[in-house]
């Protein structure tokens, strides 16, 4: 009885701890869906935005921490990472810009990008032109959807992180 009530404390003190560090993350990590089993899947994929404001670049870090390596596809059809610009602290976008999430200019291009495990992938955004015509914030909106795959680059998993709104000024 001790050592399950023991259990139970210690199991809500970590659940404490990784929801109060998921909060400030600025991503939402979804669940995996496992295609195949067998694979040790522990790992994540961490994601993280900036802004330099000397450089005029907005920045978008993906960190594989996966043990096997994770394709992030572009599709030429539907795109899901943007650039947000926003005038005089509005509450929703003035205007939002599809960029490419695997680091080609042509989003028409369907295109994959193939991240190694503790690796990261870099997608930049210049923001001179948004400041030339006077829009004050910028942020990143979408989701980066990714597939784990083994050595044949077969799927193993699907994830996604969802992007929460993290406005920079310009």
């Not at 490419?100 to 295109?111: C, E, F, I, L, Q």
Request: proline share 2%; net charge neutral; charged share 25%.
């Amino acid at each position: 009885m001790k050592t399950q009530v023991l259990f139970q404390a210690l199991l809500s003190v970590c659940l404490l701890i990784a929801t109060t560090c998921y909060g400030q993350t600025g991503y939402k990590l979804e669940d995996l869906k496992v295609e195949k089993t067998g694979y040790d899947l522990q790992g994540t994929l961490l994601s993280s935005e900036s802004y330099d404001k000397q450089t005029k670049m907005l920045t978008l870090k993906i960190k594989n921490e996966y043990k096997h390596d994770i394709i992030i596809f572009q599709s030429s059809i539907t795109n899901h990472l943007f650039v947000c610009e926003y005038t005089a602290q509005r509450k929703s976008p003035t205007n939002r810009i599809p960029i490419s999430k695997t680091g080609r200019n042509d989003v028409t291009v369907s295109n994959m990008k193939i991240i190694k495990p503790d690796s990261t992938h870099v997608v930049s955004y210049n923001c001179e032109g948004m400041i030339a015509r006077g829009f004050d914030q910028v942020s990143f909106e979408g989701t980066v959807t990714y597939y784990l795959v083994d050595e044949k680059e077969e799927i193993i998993a699907t994830g996604g992180v969802w992007l929460e709104e993290r406005r920079f000024d310009l």
